[in-house]
């Protein structure tokens, strides 16, 4: 057993969150924390609403309200979101508790003695109409390095590489369109140029990874710039050095206190516990941590603030880098051992955009449709790795064509002719299995290796389809061996026999697809006769602040029940009602209406 880290993208609090968003950071993490927990690793997934910087304050300075009252808002909407999409993170917190101020301040303070955080005089961009610092992310202009017109101040899209706004050719603001002054302010920086060689030793130590996720990051490596880490601007995290804490108009910049929120929020879930150290067998690269693994999932938008910034953040508080140093007080901290990053999921062949209205935010979406169908379409057909487009016709197709008439007609007629020529689950014929009943349980069973292996290996699209593949041949069994053709009592034992296999390979495959599909899980373990849980679900919880701050919704759970990775002998005589259809059958005219919807 080891401890698996599954650290999540933290979404940030300025809207609710659409299902490009998810197919990012939120279905493939579930997927994998809830394979994980049922092969008996101990789990711990932690994310939260990132809720500092510029881009609060502008918005919440036009809608009238406090920065907190916006983070407020929208920290319920995405908790709750994400719960009704069964997301199981073992605490879902938030960037504004004091326990989180703290971390950032920890590990700013332990980078600064280290000699990685160093102070310079920059030139910060200001919007001439206001005064008001421009946060790099919200000015655009063309790239200097590869001429891309639409490159932001902080990174361009295109070439990757970063940037500083006042490098930018034709700069303009996002907000209002107005060219930036640029004027000279004193910020700190994290020395990247000194970590350098630390994050490449790292790096080419790192196997498996996705070909695009490393070959992105070590091309980063070949001209890293020091990268400001505080900026002008009155909502965020106070720097905790003399001269500097107490200034109302300095900030930690959100990027740095943003990734330090896998850990903090590790510390809080430790705290809420009863331990307060247990957050060290995931993080400790001393004796607690040993078998601890780390797993990070995020856009491929996010990759360089995984693979480079936040690799050089843990290194250099721990004393690794150029300038050595020793660990902090939280002592040496392990870097991740993956940056599981997925492509853009698009949407009728447009790029999301919320205020261009190609968006179906996730509340929309599960407002009409079961949380299972969108899971099963993102495992399927999602972003994985390459950029996806989803249309409503596909996810119709998708719906009907394999979640309908594939898992769900397995389920359905396998239990209700068990259920009515037996009223519970028949037993095997003394006789004995035939070969085409010991080759389809065979094949369930060896699902367990190769999908579990899958999913382990970030593979998930290529795991649904073994996961799948046995549900086909488990309905070509049904559909060759045919029991509703055995009507004479004679012929009962052999009926008995079919559909007992068939249930026992429902059952499996029901425990192969729980990862994707937790809600119908739960349901068709039911429908089996299954008692207890089975798939367990997260639940969203007020909580006080630690240490003294505002209360706030939590998602959290119990996650030491549910089914076990492992093919369960079903037992005969257990009891078996009529069941009810699992997946709903979309009506094709849902396409002309989505379509109707987007067009406005």
């Given amino acids: ?27 493939p993490s579930d997927v994998f924390a809830r394979y994980m927990r049922m092969a008996g690793h101990d789990v711990l997934m932690v994310s939260g609403t990132d ?33 009704a999409l069964g997301l199981s993170y073992d605490l879902f917190t938030r960037t504004t508790t004091r326990n989180h101020y703290a971390v950032v301040q920890e590990l700013f303070a332990g980078l600064h003695r280290n000699g990685y955080i160093v102070p310079r005089v920059t030139t910060g961009a200001i919007s001439p109409s206001t005064g008001r610092t421009l946060p790099d992310r919200y000015i655009e202009g063309t790239c200097p390095i590869c001429g891309y017109d639409s490159a932001r101040g902080d990174q361009c899209d295109n070439c990757g590489n970063q940037l500083d ?19 000279e302010t004193e910020h700190f920086f994290l020395d990247l140029p000194a970590l350098a060689d630390a994050l490449r030793q790292w ?61 903090s929020a590790s510390i809080e879930w430790a705290r809420r ?22 797993y990070y999932f995020m856009g491929k938008d996010n990759i360089v603030f995984h693979s480079v910034i936040w690799p050089a953040l843990l290194g250099g508080y721990s004393g690794a880098g150029d300038h050595d140093g020793e660990p902090g007080a939280l002592g040496r901290l392990n870097l991740p051992t993956e940056v599981v990053s997925s492509e853009y999921l698009t949407m009728e062949g447009r790029k999301f955009s919320s205020s261009r209205k190609v968006v179906i935010y996730v ?67 003394p006789a004995g299995l035939t070969e085409a009943d010991e080759a389809l349980l065979a094949t369930a069973r060896a699902g367990f290796d190769t999908v579990g292996d899958l999913i382990g290996r970030h593979r998930q699209k290529q795991a649904i389809g073994e996961a799948m593949r046995v549900v086909a041949e488990a309905n070509k069994y049904l559909s060759e061996q045919a029991p509703w053709k055995l009507k004479v009592e004679a012929d009962k034992p052999r009926m008995g026999t079919i559909l007992h296999v068939a249930l026992q390979v429902v059952s499996d495959a029901n425990t192969l697809l729980t990862p994707f599909l937790p809600h119908s899980a739960q349901q068709i373990h039911e429908l089996l006769g299954g008692t207890g849980v089975h798939a367990p679900m997260p639940v969203l919880e007020e909580v006080d602040d630690l240490d003294g701050g505002p209360a706030y919704p939590v998602l959290t759970g119990d ?15 257990r009891p078996l009602a009529a069941p009810k259809p699992v997946f709903r059958k979309l009506d094709p005219s849902i396409v002309e209406e989505e379509l109707a919807r987007l067009a406005g």
């Fill in 1 to 27: 057993m080891s401890h698996v880290l599954a650290a999540v993208a933290w979404p940030y609090a300025n809207g609710p969150r659409h299902i490009g968003h998810v197919s990012g950071f939120g279905v």
């Fill in 51 to 83: 809720e500092h910087g510029t881009p609060i304050q502008v918005q919440a300075d036009a809608e009238g309200v406090t920065p907190r009252e916006l983070a407020d808002r929208y920290n319920r909407v995405i908790a709750e979101d994400l719960r």
């Fill in 165 to 183: 706004p006042v490098d930018l050719i034709n700069p303009k603001s996002k907000i209002n369109g107005e060219t930036p002054e640029f004027v």
């Fill in 203 to 263: 790096l080419d130590g790192r196997e498996g990874w996705r070909p695009n996720v490393l070959r992105f990051s070590r091309n980063l490596l070949d001209d890293l710039q020091p990268r400001a880490i505080t900026r002008d601007l009155e909502w965020g995290v106070p720097i905790p050095l003399d001269d500097w804490r107490d200034r109302p108009d300095k900030r930690i910049y959100v990027w740095f206190d943003a990734v330090i929120g896998y850990l």
């Fill in 273 to 294: 516990t009863g331990d307060p150290e247990a957050w060290r067998r995931w993080w400790s690269s001393d004796a607690e941590g040993r078998d601890a693994r780390s």
């Fill in 363 to 429: 509340r929309d979406f599960l407002e009409r449709y079961d949380a299972d169908a969108l899971r099963y379409f993102i495992a399927v057909a999602g972003p994985e790795s390459n950029d996806t487009d989803f249309t409503w016709a596909e996810f119709l197709r998708r719906n009907n064509d394999e979640l309908v008439a594939g898992w769900g007609n397995l389920v359905n007629r396998s239990v209700s002719m068990a259920a009515k020529n037996f009223g519970a689950i028949p037993p095997v014929d």
């Fill in 559 to 573: 996650y030491t029940v549910g089914a076990r990775w492992e093919s369960v002998p079903l037992e005969a005589g």
